[in-house]
């Protein structure tokens, strides 16, 4: 297999769920004879798809590294999953690539998570290859997809193969970089070059101008000859192609049927000839020209090997039996065996060169993200800039004494994937696990229950509402004592007022003549504190009130610390009473991405989740929808966007602001609360 820089292929085949993009690696796979027999998602037999868990829900739920020899060339192919909740894989997979392969569907065209994948691309200029799938399935239509992809995504998507025939009558594809055709004996080894067919010369006269009109518009030189009626060869056109795929300025558009090995050797030929190798391009992650570098894009638990790390070498050559740094944790690391993956099956390797793409077994502190390095040096790690997540539950462990346990298993999952988020709700006290979509979620949650024997409960985490109020209000306590020997004396008056952005809380000390003498004055302050942990209302934090203590009483014998504490606590809760107290709920800014002719459903949806719109724009080939919705009534939102749509939607959110809740629904909250606090209490 060949190393050099120069002769290797980084390619990540992402787009949405369900393209066929695991079958279409297994194709090329199988077609370059890197296996000898052509798996399937259904049978739970293709190289890629190897986990259990995978298996059983026959879709990939991790990228996954698979690698074969085509015209002397090393090609690496990450296959990545396009469900949005495994994005984290696909953001990290393309930092590690020359190229995109974007499959997408020659039935759905572009979709949701098509346009996300090509906007990640862009932002970090990689070439991008398009082959559109599926041309034998019912209602495709690879020319709506092609002008799909044009208008949604870039005018400088370019058809470079096209098919012959179509839906069930489909019998080959068109090569039009190399004018030949392919044919395939349906799960066979595809079999051609051949003739093309007579009936398609007009079709094939007319893209294959477009795609020389596209190329020579990147190149003076050729553009000079071709406009002279020159013959141009096909090697430099091709030359040129993979140039202007480099610079990004042409995006090629391929097809086929992956699950019939259709359209392989044309897409290997074109991944070979159309994408830049390592050495054409420099690495997307920078690391000032140190020695040897790698840098670890997935860590993967394999059931057998143990952690298991992929990488991809920047800089140097990365030996077997060698001793790394990682830049992280500045931990030694012991290199042992390098391995060379196919899907689940490694094999042991002596070494990866420059730009060359391999996994490491049994690093003892070492994850995604991380940068090693062959001796100790001061380097900024890569920013990965993997999306936040959108939603979260509240985890509870099915046995009592196992909350340990669950936030040790879940920290462990969370190292691994860092679209994983764990945390607990310092208000709400939930222990929140937050993810990229309900399936990574509950994916996370088999993964507890498989590795770690630990079984637990998703529920709906609690709304961490906030209370303040809208008015300016007086009170005075009076906290008094007399049981034989010393008494308790308190005595003080505040006056509570909101402040303008309604958050914090200030304290000021409006006491003159010393009526309560400086010592006891923090201590009204701290009952004040207390009792604004829980609100009147609904017990929530109270927030965005200044408290001036403006008058109060001492007793010379009985007065102590702990009796203006409670009479500050006391006068708190008169006096908030009194304040027109209200309750604050969180505001999320959601983003939803649909296809148009679900727009009317979502947007009735949203409103009746009081949801406010901001806009509707247009993005790659779907609109984008941009409402503001309270954070209570989106918990669940996963599961409505599905239904709405067909399950062709996704969405993201953050927090924006606290606003007050409308006075009909806080009755409910408030009433709800106190039948927990009640419940709680027996
Ligand atoms: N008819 C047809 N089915 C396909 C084709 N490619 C994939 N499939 C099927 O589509 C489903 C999803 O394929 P898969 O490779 O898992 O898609 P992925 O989610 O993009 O990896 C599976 O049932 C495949 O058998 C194709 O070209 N034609
Ligand atoms: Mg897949």
Request: aromatic residues 4%.
């Amino acid at each position: 297999m060949p190393t050099e820089p120069g002769k290797i292929r980084n390619v990540a085949v992402t787009g949405h769920r369900g393209t066929g993009k695991t079958s279409l690696v297994e194709a090329m796979l199988f077609q370059a004879g890197a296996v000898n027999r052509l798996g399937t998602v259904e049978s739970g037999t293709t190289t890629s798809d190897w986990d259990d868990d995978e298996q059983r829900r026959q879709m990939s739920l991790a990228s996954s590294l698979c690698h074969l020899e085509w015209q002397g060339r090393k090609i690496n192919l990450i296959d990545n999953p396009g469900d949005p909740g495994f994005t984290g894989d696909t953001v990290a997979a393309l930092r590690v690539v020359e190229g995109a392969l974007v499959v997408a569907s020659a039935v759905m065209g572009v979709e949701v998570q098509t346009g996300r994948v090509w906007e990640r691309a862009e932002g970090l200029e990689l070439p991008r290859v398009v082959f559109v799938n599926m041309l034998d399935r019912e209602r495709a239509d690879f020319y709506r997809a092609l002008e799909g992809f044009r208008t949604g995504l870039s005018e400088r998507c370019v058809a470079v193969h096209l098919p012959i025939g179509s839906e069930h009558e489909l019998t080959g594809i068109v090569d039009l970089l190399h004018m030949t055709a392919y044919g395939s004996p349906d799960g066979e080894r595809e079999s051609g070059p051949m003739e093309i067919p007579e009936e398609l010369h007009d079709t094939v006269e007319t893209y294959r101008t477009q795609l020389l009109d596209s190329v020579v518009e990147t190149d003076e030189g050729l553009m000079e000859r071709y406009l002279d009626g020159e013959e141009l060869g096909t090697e430099e056109v091709a030359h040129a192609l993979k140039d202007a795929v480099t610079r990004g300025e042409l995006f090629p558009v391929a097809c086929g049927v992956a699950t019939k090995n259709l359209g392989t050797t044309a897409l290997l030929d074109l991944l070979v000839e159309g994408v830049p190798s390592p050495a054409k391009r420099p690495a997307s992650i920078d690391v000032n020209g140190a020695g040897t570098a790698a840098f670890i894009f997935k860590t993967v638990a394999d059931p057998f090997a143990g952690r298991i790390n992929l990488f991809r070498v920047l800089n140097g050559t990365l030996s077997s039996d060698s001793t790394v740094v990682n830049v992280r944790s500045h931990a030694k690391e012991r290199v042992g065996a390098l391995l060379t993956l196919q899907g689940k099956d490694h094999d042991p390797a002596k070494e990866f060169g420059p730009g060359d793409i391999g996994a490491v077994a049994k690093l003892k502190d070492t994850t995604t993200g991380d940068l090693l390095l062959d001796a100790e040096r001061e380097l900024e790690l890569p920013r990965l800039d993997f999306p936040e997540p959108v939603m979260s539950f509240a985890v509870t462990p099915k046995a009592k004494g196992d909350e340990e346990k669950v936030a040790s298993s879940l920290r462990r999952l969370a190292e691994e994937d860092p679209t994983l988020v764990l945390r607990r709700d310092p208000q709400t006290g939930d222990q929140l696990l937050s993810g990229m979509s309900q399936m990574h979620v509950e994916v996370a949650v088999d993964r507890l229950r498989g590795r770690f024997g630990v079984d637990v409960e998703l529920h709906q985490p609690h709304v961490p509402y906030l209370e303040t109020i809208r008015k300016e209000a007086r009170a005075r306590h009076r906290y008094k004592k007399q049981t034989g020997g010393r008494g308790q004396f308190g005595d003080c008056e505040i006056v509570l007022e909101p402040l303008p952005e309604r958050e914090g809380y200030e304290f000021v000390d409006e006491i003159v003549g010393g009526v309560i003498q400086q010592g006891f004055r923090p201590a009204v302050d701290k009952g004040i504190q207390e009792a604004m942990q829980h609100g009147e209302l609904a017990g929530a934090p109270v927030q965005g009130v200044r408290v001036r203590l403006v008058d109060g009483q001492q007793h010379n014998v009985d007065s102590s610390e702990m009796a203006f504490k409670i009479a500050g606590s006391m006068a708190f809760k008169d006096a908030y009473a009194k304040a027109d107290p209200v309750l604050l709920e969180p505001i999320m800014e959601v983003e939803v991405a649909v296809p148009d002719d679900a727009v009317g459903a979502v947007n009735g949806d949203l409103n009746s989740r009081r949801g406010r719109l901001q806009g509707m724009e247009p993005r790659g080939g779907m609109t984008s929808i941009k409402a503001e919705v309270p954070m209570a009534e989106i918990l669940t939102y996963s599961q409505a966007l599905t239904s709405l749509t067909g399950g062709r939607g996704d969405y993201h959110m953050h927090f924006l602001r606290y606003e007050e809740v409308p006075s009909h629904i806080a009755q409910k909250v408030i009433d709800e609360t106190k039948k927990e606090l009640e419940e709680a209490k027996v």
